[in-house]
């Protein structure tokens, strides 16, 4: 268990983060070092889901083409 720790806290500082989401988890590293593991509720990894609206370049809310 003990390198499973080392490993993931080796790959948070790596990646710059001190957390990071994966399948239905949030990984993350607290205050005194230790890595932390918490499921997460179904309605954040639908929020997470969400499709984003992109709008053209140059046109502006309101605006018809």
Known sequence: MSALEDE?????MKEEKSEMITGDFKISIRGDGQIEVT???RLNL??????LVIEPEGQKKGESQ
Do not use: F, T, V
């Open 39 to 41: 499921e997460l509720p």
């Open 8 to 12: 993931i806290r080796a790959l948070l």
């Open 46 to 51: 639908e929020q997470l889901n969400l499709p």
